[in-house]
Each structure stands twice: as structure tokens, then as C-alpha cells.
């Protein structure tokens, strides 16, 4: 497998506190990407990276921040966790015009 | 939106049949990439196909792309049950760096 690791892998948290997803990869690729999957909605881009400290914002954003100070750590915050934020979050990785590599995933309840 | 949708949305075939998958979308790209998720897991690359190419072939896997019409389509042949999954197509541009997925075909092989 990629080296791509996702944490945590569940967390149940309440609605209005911050939540931190960590996505951590040891290939050094350039992209990294977070995205959020829903039932009918296949994979909706949150927001990406395209270097240290190079990010950009996707189709589902509001409501998420991210950063990446280390080439190989790319964090998504949920400022204030509503539910509608509930879903499985994935990252994945990949180099210039070539293939992604995903995370397992991420499942994050917001009570 | 999302940049892909992908058709049908649900394809149930005899194992032994052929599947055949379309994908369309909106804009310009630079590749198009398939991928399949068995349930409750990370996405797996299938294949890449750039958009100088026209049909690109991986084992029991078929993948054309027509640049003019804004579409692909992924055909397996000779399905098994291990083919049971979720296929999602994606498409990347270089001008926005971005990695856009579809909605996804949850194919389900009857043994």
C-alpha cells in the first residue's frame, strides 16, 4: 500500500467543536487532497494542496480549513463541527499527472 | 457541481457478463482516471488515460475517452464476483491542479 494514513479513523464529536483530521504520507508526493463521501454524492473535493503551504479551496468548502506546513502532513479542521458535517472523510495523495493514492477514511459523527 | 457523473448509477449483471460504465464531463482535462471502492474502504486505482490518448487496455479492463464528446467509458469483461464494487471516474486539469470525482456506478456481479 501507498503510504498514506488517516487519523483518527473514528471519532464521534459535538456540535460546535473544532475537530482536526491529520493525513500523513511518506511518499513525498506534491498533491494532497481531502474530500468528503456521501450517499448520492460520490466523492466531493473539500479543499487540496499542491505544495507546503499551497492550498486551495474545492467544491465543498465552507466550513473547513486546512494546512500543510510539512510535505508530508496536510490537515483539515472543522471550525465548528455541524451535523451535516457528519461523513467519511478521505485523503489522498498523488504526484503531477499521475495516479492517486487514498487513506482509508475517516468517519466522523457530529452529535 | 461535481466535474463527472457517471452511468448508469446502478448496473446488477450475470457473472461472466460484460459491464460497461460511461463517464461524462464538463470541462477541459489533461488525464481521466478510473478507480473502485469495495464497500466501507479507501479507493483504488484501476487505470489513467490521458487526453492524447483514445483506448487504453489493463487486463480484463477497457478504457476509451472521447476528448469531443466529454466522456469515457470503462468496460470489464468476463466479470466475477470479486468485481462487486463501486466505480468512480475522475478527471484532472492541469490549470487548476484539481482531482474531481464523479458520483460513481455501484456494480453489483449475480454469481
Known amino acids: 500500500d501507498a503510504g498514506i494514513t488517516q487519523s483518527p479513523r473514528h471519532k464521534v464529536t459535538e456540535t460546535g467543536t473544532p475537530v482536526t483530521l491529520r493525513c500523513h504520507q511518506t511518499e513525498n508526493h506534491r498533491y494532497m487532497y481531502w474530500y468528503r463521501q456521501d450517499p448520492g454524492h460520490g466523492l466531493r473535493l473539500i479543499h487540496y494542496?499542491?505544495?507546503?503551504?499551497?492550498?486551495d479551496k474545492g467544491e465543498v468548502s465552507d466550513g473547513y480549513s486546512v494546512s500543510r506546513s510539512k510535505t508530508e502532513d496536510f490537515l483539515l479542521t472543522l471550525e465548528s463541527a455541524t451535523s451535516s458535517q457528519t461523513s467519511v472523510y478521505f485523503c489522498?495523495?498523488?504526484?503531477?499527472?499521475?495516479?492517486?493514492?487514498f487513506g482509508q477514511g475517516t468517519r466522523l459523527t457530529v452529535v | 457541481s461535481q466535474q463527472g457523473e457517471e452511468d448508469p448509477q446502478a448496473l446488477s449483471i450475470q457473472e461472466g457478463e460484460n459491464a460497461t460504465m460511461n463517464c461524462s464531463y464538463k470541462?477541459?482535462?489533461?488525464?481521466l482516471q478510473w478507480y473502485r471502492q469495495n464497500s466501507g474502504r479507501g479507493l483504488v486505482h484501476l487505470i489513467l488515460i490521458r487526453s492524447n490518448e483514445r483506448e487504453k487496455h489493463s487486463g480484463r479492463l477497457r478504457v476509451t475517452l472521447d476528448t469531443s464528446k466529454k466522456s469515457s467509458s470503462l468496460l470489464i469483461t468476463a466479470s466475477r464476483a470479486a468485481d462487486t464494487a463501486s466505480y468512480f471516474c475522475?478527471?484532472?486539469?492541469?490549470?487548476?491542479?484539481?482531482?474531481?470525482f464523479g458520483t460513481g456506478t455501484r456494480l453489483t456481479i449475480i454469481p
Open positions: 489522498a495523495i498523488s504526484g503531477v499527472d499521475t495516479e492517486a493514492f
Open positions: 494542496s499542491y505544495g507546503v503551504k499551497d492550498t
Open positions: 470541462t477541459s482535462i489533461n488525464n
Open positions: 475522475a478527471t484532472y486539469n492541469f490549470g487548476n491542479e484539481k482531482l474531481t
